[in-house]
Nanobody, 129 residues
Framework: QVRLVESGGGLVQPGGSLRLSCVAPGFSLENYAIGWFRQAPGKEREGVSCITNSDESPYYTDSAKGRFTISRDSAENTVYLQMNSLKPEDTAVYYC??????????????????????WGQGTQVTVSS
């Protein structure tokens, strides 16, 4: 069983930045696609970004393009989500998820929850003045 742990959430003012981290203690994430999802109060969970283990470019939801950057640090076995120019509508619990069959993810399915095998417990991001 893979345990994913997110960190880096918090309270930030509009226009501010946060960097979320996703780690899997004792387990290598190298061969997994990692997705970031979020769930705002009263809303369904949605995909924010995904990084595969190939040379393909990461995927982003439209609202994250140009503001969020997903990256992988293999040496640290960590996947990051750098979030800039944060808006109140970015307020949500953010989850990272790992997909074993990373080669099956593409632009049409990366944001589907069922494609992912393991999930973290989430970290709260609140954007408010």
């Amino acid at each position: 069983q893979v345990r994913l742990v997110e960190s880096g959430g918090g309270l930030v003012q509009p226009g501010g930045s946060l960097r979320l981290s996703c780690v899997a203690p004792g387990f290598s994430l190298e061969n997994y696609a990692i997705g970031w999802f979020r769930q705002a109060p009263g809303k369904e969970r949605e995909g924010v970004s995904c990084i595969t283990n190939s040379d393909e470019s990461p995927y982003y939801t439209d609202s994250a393009k140009g503001r969020f950057t997903i990256s992988r640090d293999s040496a640290e076995n960590t996947v990051y989500l750098q979030m800039n120019s944060l808006k109140p509508e970015d307020t949500a619990v953010y989850y990272c998820a790992a997909a074993y069959e990373a080669w099956l993810l593409d632009g049409s399915n990366w944001s589907r929850e069922r494609e992912y095998d393991y999930w973290g417990q989430g970290t709260q991001v609140t954007v408010s003045s």
